[in-house]
């Protein structure tokens, strides 16, 4: 070691110490100006944590760490709904009702189609067009980094700096592919869905075991003729949920109507939030559920990692397939299969 | 090798020879009698599957590998309700009715609890006098095997076993503990929820996302002064589930009320259950959800066992108390805490 060019080993040690302190620097000062609600360290942040280039991730990741619970006050919803039910209106209006109370507002989307379709990337800012250019407004559009595992992480890392930077609300929509509501569920305080009025046909698009983690439900487009035909969706809604098993946290899931484009009902979802959010910090639910939901994306995160090494282990996909076909053909059980494929992953972990 | 006792070397090869010998007779006399519909080797194999010597077990697994698949004609049904709603008194009235149709009736219950109560153990037999004394009725009482997951194995394995042995009808009650609801609707065709009618407290006990889980609700006792709050029940539920996403499978879930003691409805639930297979059958769905059920199960398998490999490695608990706290004081992010426990995990392996 010692006998090997001296001098640029010096040079090396040298750069990488420059190279450190600049990153701390960039991370200091990043904080701090998140810290003073600067926008614009907060977006560039949001794209570091983002970044695929581990460096910047890296640095990323040291910002989110000093703004970790930076302000428990803040409120997280969730907002859900098939498309057509005017998500984005809604969260138009209900955002610029926030930001004239003084609220400064921080929306973002969770879509882990958008890789593909673009679409809610262009559209988001297209849509809440005098919300996004409010000052206390901050829209983030969706990262479109793959997979849902991946994209809920960014979005819960964003949720840190946004509360770092003095947010009192964040809004978190989903698109409703895959499991991302679920994921919005386990990242958000309140949980929120929009649907329309006599729907029956329109149902279809809500999966199944939405309905029970709502805390409220809106039906929208209450105006015009339509009005009536919301009244009674609010009343049997109210009834159905009426029949559902009681959350812990002693809240009973409200419903109420609203529209958008007369901004009627608009307040009302605020009181419902507001109270909701009283409710849950008197009787502690607020903060041990995030307690939990923390130990619950520990988890998830473990999970995930442990089985994203079995899964991408060379060989297991071709083995995987053959297994599965004598398993779809009864010649072998689940768990005979899954013994199998298991031993093969330990044996080739042994000779890679 | 070759200079050290050939002679005992000889002798234990030829016991092993024998014992394997032995072993595979008695698969060959098992499984045969199982095929003949032999209670007694039915029971005894059983037995087999659920023994820790792995020498049983393993002869167990064999008689269950060449008892797959052998009646895809039987229906699986499920059945869950809070306790006092009367799930032993339906299942006594109900298969009683099958056996006297002249149908094969299997009975066994999920209860990872029962380790500790052995309540449902001892409670089975007695609590369906009349049913369990029936030539083709044979009921299984809970094996009190610890976790879930080994539960829900057996479980699974004993349907396999009795389908063979010709049974027409498996019904499988779960008491709801832990996730065994989810558990026993994964392993089932059909799924039932017994319900209490004027419930409101009642309904409690029903977990958060059970009723979308059901393709039938049940009201019980609608006897005596019963019978009109049955009634009002029935259409209640009746809206409820009527708001629900559709089904993949097309069919909609429908509510009736039933009085076991009376034994009124009983006809009724049969007729459902038969409407439901005619219709999956028809439409391909009852075979389609069997192959997801299998690849779930091999999947879950997986995934329980890579997550117990970790878990039960040594010095893995003290770390993730460690890191948990860190967690919960907002020192770190849910992911880097992920992270770092991998990390712990995968340099205890190597030391190890």
Known sequence: MSDNTPNSKKIEALLAKKKAHAASLNVDELSSKIFAGDFKALSETITLIESTNQQKSEIGQAVVAKCLNKNTDAIRIGITGVPGVGKSTFIESFGLYLVNKGLKVAVMAIDPSSEKSHGSILGDKTRMNKLAVHPNAFIRPTASSGSLGGVARNTRETIFLCEAAGFDIILIETVGVGQSETAVHSMTDFFLLLMLAGAGDELQGIKRGIM??????????????????????????KNALHLFPANDNEWIPKVETVSSIETRGIEKAWDIVDAFNRLTISNGSKQ?????????????????????????????????TKIQSELIDGKITSYRAAEKIIKYYHERKRTI
């Not at 029970?212 to 809604?237: C, F, W």
């Not at 520990?298 to 090494?309: G, H, I, S």
Request: aromatic share 8%; no cysteine.
């Open 212 to 237: 029970e983690m709502a805390d409220a439900i809106l039906i929208t487009k209450a105006d015009g003729e339509n009005v009536k035909m919301a009244n009674m969706a609010r009343s049997e809604y």
């Open 288 to 320: 041990a559920n995030r307690n939990q939901q923390e130990v619950y994306w520990m988890n998830e995160t473990v999970k995930e990692n442990l089985l994203k090494e079995f899964y991408q282990t060379d060989g297991i996909e071709a083995e995987l």
